[in-house]
């Protein structure tokens, strides 16, 4: 069973940045492709960055393009979200999660089985 250890989320105001953390338990992250979703409480999930496993090759929704880099460290066995320009429609809980596929998708979560707990991250002034 892969575990996740998801950190970084907090409460910030409009305009501020967060960094979100997540790190493989027992496992390594660099042999997934990854990805980071997010959900709101009575919304669908919804998928905001992804890496690929292998080439560095990212992708991004269209609301946060611009605004969000998603990064591998493998060294630290680390997946990182750095989030910039945060709008309060940026609230939700964030998930990372392993794609079973090498080349990533935010387009669906079928592909993904294996998630984080999940860290909240509030905007508001």
């Known amino acids: 069973q892969l575990q996740f250890v998801e950190s970084g989320g907090g409460s910030v105001q409009p305009g501020g940045s967060l960094t979100l953390s997540c790190s493989g338990s027992?496992?390594?992250?660099?042999?997934?492709?990854i990805g980071w979703f997010r959900q709101v409480p009575g919304k669908e999930r919804e998928g905001v960055a992804c890496?690929?496993?292998?080439?560095?090759?990212?992708t991004y929704a269209d609301s946060v393009k611009g605004r969000f880099t998603i990064s591998r460290d493998n060294a630290k066995n680390s997946v990182y979200l750095q989030m910039n320009s945060l709008k309060p429609e940026d609230t939700a809980v964030y998930y990372c999660?392993?794609?079973?596929?090498?080349?990533?998708?935010?387009?669906?979560?079928?592909?993904?089985?294996?998630w984080g707990q999940g860290t909240q991250v509030t905007v508001s002034s």
């Open positions: 999660a392993a794609d079973d596929w090498s080349v990533c998708t935010v387009q669906s979560d079928s592909t993904y089985n294996y």
């Open positions: 027992g496992f390594s992250l660099e042999t997934y492709a």
């Open positions: 890496i690929n496993l292998t080439g560095g090759g990212t």
